[in-house]
């Protein structure tokens, strides 16, 4: 899916727009590319997780590189997200620091709950190869 439109400038805040977005090969990973309205550059992003805080949407998206063995680990970005009425999303950076930290926490608690219940949903020893006569009678 592809989807273009012009940037959006505004005074006081860092907008970026997503050029187009399209599904990656691993089911969910949502891609964009995010053009800075104050100088064009483009970053790939891939989104992690949105959330609300006080009627405020938020994204988390870390810088992506098709994996080639030969960069470092990703970055995460937090950005506020909104929708303008002909549906084109804008993400603003967040300059507040008390905003972006209370985003964050938002964000490591939402990520620690989720990595809480997929240990109680694993199964013990799945995918753990056996040895021999382990688990015989």
């Known amino acids: 899916m592809k989807k273009t439109s012009q940037t959006k400038k505004n005074r006081n805040k860092s ?10 090969p691993k089911e969910g990973d949502a891609l964009a590319v995010i053009r800075d309205a ?6 790939y992003l891939s989104m992690i ?6 009627k405020v949407e938020y994204a988390v998206m870390y810088n992506y590189e098709p994996d080639d063995g ?9 950005m506020r997200t909104e929708y303008a009425r002909n ?3 804008y993400f603003y950076s967040i300059k507040n620091e008390s905003e972006l930290e209370a985003a964050f926490t938002v964000f490591m ?12 949903k ?5 995918g753990m190869p056996q040895t021999p006569g382990e688990g015989q009678v």
């Open 87 to 89: 549906g084109d999303q």
């Open 15 to 24: 907008v970026r727009k997503p050029v187009f977005t399209h599904h990656s």
């Open 109 to 120: 608690r939402r990520y620690a709950a989720n990595v809480k219940e997929k240990r109680k």
């Open 38 to 43: 104050s100088n064009g550059k483009e970053y």
């Open 122 to 126: 694993r199964v013990p020893g799945a």
């Open 70 to 78: 030969n960069h470092a680990d990703p970055e995460l970005v937090i």
């Open 49 to 54: 997780d949105t959330f609300m805080i006080e």
